[in-house]
Every structure is written in structure tokens, then in C-alpha cells.
């Protein structure tokens, strides 16, 4: 009998497991494309999570069915249970699983983010990523690495030439792709970005697919916060702090950027696009921004306060969106 016990008890947790594996892989499609290396990282964490919490979901509340439908008092009966005193081993067993639940989704979430890059506020004071954080949005990847799989044995730290290496610790220069950077100012509610090869300013954020991206990121007023979430990046602009952020697209299309953070009235319409495209028409359209005239960027939220500027009880206090730039292209 107790043999039998134990032989339910594992085909249910085996079932669970299958079920619950099912949905954490289900959960891939529950977000949007996987445009940028970091994304993979950040899914396989999402999935992790999915998966443990269908399996605590249904183990609960396939008990707590069980017991409705199996062991429910019968009609009328008004009597008390039997009189079972506590298990200080069951309250060991209990207490222990969340504590150990809990250090291994806290240990795993911290690898993954470490890996991807995202800087906390000592990071960001101290404006360059810690030594010996191991990156993917650290370093440049080889051209043979990027079909969208990142493998742990492929992927190690270098303070000098913050290089990704793989099984055979190739550590070519020229097997490397190339970086990009790119200068990002925040500032109410606008985004402004410069290329300094060029010298091209542009409201809308062009990036080379396959190809490492350093930005540069300002504030010129509040807290702001740079995020796409194709890439499942997000990193926050501190003012009066220089802070590099990298990454890598993978998937060429158009995507959006927001602010994250609520930096002020018009924070909604601090929004713009990213355009990941070949490296081939990336080069085009900075030679052609190049070419083109500068002129004021269209601006949502200066037009909008303009608007409501007008209807406005003399007195109140305002925030007056940040002066319009001048770019060379949208």
C-alpha cells in the first residue's frame, strides 16, 4: 500500500512537471520578437519563472481540490476533526522549499542580469560596468555566434579586450563584430541621438543589426529611463551621470522606445522608434543625414503644452517641455 502511495505521488509530480514545463515554454510567445541578444537571456529567466510558478500553481490547487472533492465532511456532519497535533519535521520540510525556492530564483535572476549588463545605481555612479561582471551586452560577439544562441561555455569576461571567446578561446580581433556608439540625451520629453563618427543628430534611433551598440546616455533634467522592449533592456539615466549601456540587435524591423520612468506631464510622449536595419543601409542613411539640411525636430509635447498652455488657470504651476534641437534627420 505504501508502495503504491509513493508510485501516485511520483506520477503526479512527473505529470506536473511535464505540464509545467509546457507552459514555461509557452511563455516564449507571450512576448514580443526577440530582437537583441540580451531578449534570449532575459526569456530563458521569464520561462524559468513561468514553469516554477505553473508547477507551485497546480500542486496547491490540485491539493486543495482533492481535499474539496475527497475529504469533505459528509452532510450534516457537524463534529470535529481529529485532534492531530504539529510535525516539527513537516514545518522543517515547509519552511525550507520557499527558503530554497527563493535563493535560487534570487541567484539565477542576479546571473541573468549580470549577464545582461543592466547597471544599478553604484554601477552607475561609478559610470563604467564593474570588473569581472560577465556581460553578453559587455563585450562584441563573433559573427559565428550570432544565429540567436548564447552558450555560458561561450562567453567569458575580458578587461582588455572585452571579448567574447569561444570553446577553443578564439581571440581573434578580426572574428569580432564591430562596436558602435551612439550618444543618447534625455531630457523633457524628447529623445536626441548623435552619432559621433558623423556628427548626425536624429530623433528616431538607427542601429546596425549584428552589431555591438555602446550608448552613451545623458539626462539633461530628471530621471529618465531608456526602454525597448523587443530588447528587454532597460537602463536608467541619472542626471548629471555619464552612463554607458550596451547591447546587440539581432533582428532587423521596427520597434519602440519609451521612457520608463515618469519624468514629468508629458512623460507618455517621450516615445520613439528604433530602426535595426543591415549594416549596408544603416551606412546610407547616415551618409544621407549627413547630406541633409538641420532644422527643428517635431516635438509631441511642446505642440500639446502649447495647446493646453492656452486653457490654463494663471497661477498654477507648469513644466514647460525642454527646448526643441535641431537634427538632420527624423
Not at 549580470?114 to 564593474?130: C, F
Not at 569580432?176 to 558623423?198: C, G, L, N, S
Not at 530621471?223 to 552612463?243: C, E, S, T, W
Not at 549601456?245 to 507618455?268: C, H, M, N, Q, V
Request: net charge positive.
Amino acid at each position: 500500500m505504501k508502495i503504491r502511495k509513493i508510485l501516485l505521488l511520483s506520477a503526479i509530480a512527473i505529470a506536473l512537471t511535464a505540464v509545467s514545463l509546457w507552459i514555461g515554454n509557452l511563455a516564449y510567445f507571450w512576448l514580443p520578437p526577440q530582437a537583441a541578444a540580451e531578449s534570449q537571456l532575459f526569456d530563458k529567466l521569464f520561462s524559468f519563472l513561468v514553469t516554477l510558478g505553473a508547477f507551485i500553481f497546480l500542486g496547491v490547487t490540485g491539493t486543495l481540490m482533492y481535499s474539496v472533492i475527497f475529504h469533505r465532511a459528509a452532510k450534516y456532519d457537524f463534529s470535529d476533526g481529529p485532534p492531530i497535533e504539529g510535525s516539527i519535521t513537516l514545518e522543517i520540510v515547509w519552511t525550507a522549499i520557499p527558503i530554497f525556492l527563493v535563493f535560487w530564483i534570487a541567484g539565477y535572476s542576479y546571473q541573468i542580469y549580470e549577464q545582461m549588463g543592466i547597471q544599478g545605481p553604484m554601477e552607475a555612479v561609478h559610470i563604467h560596468i564593474p570588473i569581472g561582471m560577465k556581460s553578453a551586452s559587455a563585450a562584441p560577439i563573433h559573427k559565428d555566434v550570432v544565429k540567436h544562441r548564447y552558450s555560458k561555455r561561450e562567453r567569458r569576461h575580458s578587461k582588455t579586450e572585452k571579448t567574447h571567446t569561444g570553446k577553443n578561446s578564439l581571440n581573434t580581433t578580426s572574428n569580432v563584430m564591430p562596436v558602435e556608439d551612439i550618444e543618447v540625451h534625455a531630457k523633457q520629453w524628447a529623445w536626441i541621438f548623435r552619432y559621433p563618427k558623423t556628427g548626425v543628430t536624429s530623433t528616431k534611433l538607427h542601429l546596425p543589426v549584428n552589431h555591438r551598440i555602446r550608448l552613451a546616455m545623458q539626462s539633461e533634467d530628471v530621471l529618465h529611463g531608456f526602454y525597448v522592449p523587443a530588447f528587454r533592456v532597460k537602463q536608467d539615466i541619472i542626471p548629471k551621470r555619464n552612463i554607458d549601456f550596451e547591447f546587440t540587435p539581432i533582428l532587423a524591423g521596427k520597434y519602440r522606445l519609451t521612457d520608463s520612468e515618469f519624468s514629468g506631464t508629458y512623460f507618455a510622449t517621450m516615445q520613439t522608434d528604433v530602426i535595426v536595419e543591415s549594416p549596408e543601409d544603416y551606412k546610407k542613411w547616415l551618409a544621407k543625414a549627413a547630406e541633409s539640411k538641420p532644422c527643428i525636430a517635431n516635438n509631441q509635447a511642446a505642440s500639446e503644452y502649447a495647446q493646453e498652455s492656452k486653457k490654463l488657470i494663471k497661477g498654477w504651476a507648469t513644466v514647460a517641455p525642454a527646448q526643441a534641437s535641431v537634427v538632420n534627420s527624423d
